[in-house]
């Protein structure tokens, strides 16, 4: 069973950088597409930053783009999102996903979420 811990959340400032991480453990990372997701309060989840198993392909959500950047760390098997000029709208719960199929089973895990607060 694949498990998920988020950590680096917290408060800063608008204009001000995080940096958070997502410890895979219990399976084979390398097999899955690794994402984060963020939930505003009052909004539904959406989706951050995404990269594919392979680490050859990211993609970004609009908002974020030039922003943050998504890697991934094979020998560590972490996945971390760095993020530079930090806004008010970006506070959320920020949530790192594992999602891969397999012989049309779909396997897809969540953590337990980070809280990222931008504000002066």
């Known amino acids: 069973q694949v498990q998920l811990v988020e950590s680096g959340g917290g408060s800063v400032q608008p204009g001000g950088s995080l940096r958070l991480s997502c410890a895979v453990s219990g399976g084979a990372p390398s097999e899955y597409d690794m994402s984060w997701y963020r939930q505003p309060p009052g909004e539904e989840r959406e989706l951050v930053a995404r990269v594919s198993a392979g680490g050859l392909d990211r993609s970004y959500g609009d908002s974020v783009k030039g922003r943050f950047t998504i890697s991934r760390d094979g020998a560590k098997n972490t996945v971390s999102l760095q993020m530079i000029s930090l806004k008010p709208e970006d506070t959320a719960v920020y949530y790192c996903?594992?999602?891969?199929?397999?012989?049309?089973?779909?396997?897809?895990?969540w953590g337990q979420g980070t809280q990222v607060t931008v504000s002066s």
């Open positions: 996903n594992a999602w891969a199929l397999r012989g049309g089973v779909e396997h897809d895990h």
